[in-house]
């Protein structure tokens, strides 16, 4: 397995612009994970899917980031509009819950730099 | 492409010396517990984990131990390698609302190792 892609690897930006960041989990792994890594935060969970659906989203910092999962395969987390405060390494991590008590084994992909200037 | 930023606490050793990363924990619910290891530039990648109804677990030169009393979980690594050069994280398991659960990880803790 090709384990988490996510894409892009960089991300330049100015502020005020659109930024999408995309993920694709490990094969049949049924929850997907965005975290965001800063120095002064550490990881911080933004938001996760169980089944493609939004089970928790009270790490999303604001109105201004929004994530999606469309199906089993594929998820974004949008920032619109960015600010140079957004810049971070966003990671995505997927694993293969059985039962709602424990995540599973998460893995991570190799993160989305994003520098907001 | 580091992966976090200058303020973690810094454990220095010695190649062949054996190394304890220690971890406090915030929430005396907490079930389960994972160590994770990041290097340069990648993702946090899983090294071990622990439920609450043990103590101790051993895998390939890293064992965990836990003290549920003081909520405190550490990392012991044998034989430390150069490639063990990290930044290690603990993370513990939470339960919330609509019975499910999240992975909340701590500050971290980068382990320098000098040949």
């Known amino acids: 397995d090709a384990g988490v892609i996510q894409s892009p690897r960089h991300e330049v930006t100015e502020m005020g612009q659109e930024v999408t960041l995309r993920c694709k989990p490990i094969?049949?792994?049924?929850?997907l994970f965005w975290y965001r890594q800063t120095m002064m935060r550490g990881l911080e969970l933004l938001i996760y899917f169980n089944n493609n659906v939004p089970i928790d989203d009270s790490g999303m910092p604001e109105d201004r980031f929004s994530a999606k999962m469309p199906n089993a395969s594929f998820s974004t987390l949008k920032i619109q509009p960015s600010e140079p405060r957004d810049s971070a390494v966003y990671f995505c991590a997927s694993s293969l819950r059985v039962t709602a008590f424990e995540t599973g084994e998460l893995f991570f992909g190799e993160g989305s730099r994003l520098t907001v200037l | 492409g580091e992966s976090v930023g200058l303020h973690l606490p810094t454990l220095s050793v010695q190649e062949g010396d054996n190394s304890i990363i220690n971890c406090a924990y915030s929430n005396s619910a907490s079930d389960y517990f994972i160590w994770y290891k990041q290097e340069s530039g990648k993702g946090p990648q899983f090294i071990i984990d622990?439920?609450?109804?043990?103590d101790k677990r051993q895998g390939q030169r890293v064992t965990v131990l836990l003290n549920k009393t003081v909520k405190h979980l550490s990392l012991q690594i044998a034989a430390t390698q150069p490639g063990d050069s990290a930044v290690y994280f603990c993370a513990e398991n939470i339960l919330f609302s609509g019975g499910y659960n999240k992975l909340i990880f701590g500050a971290g803790t980068r382990l320098a190792v000098h040949p």
């Open positions: 094969s049949g792994h049924n929850s």
């Open positions: 622990i439920r609450s109804n043990m």
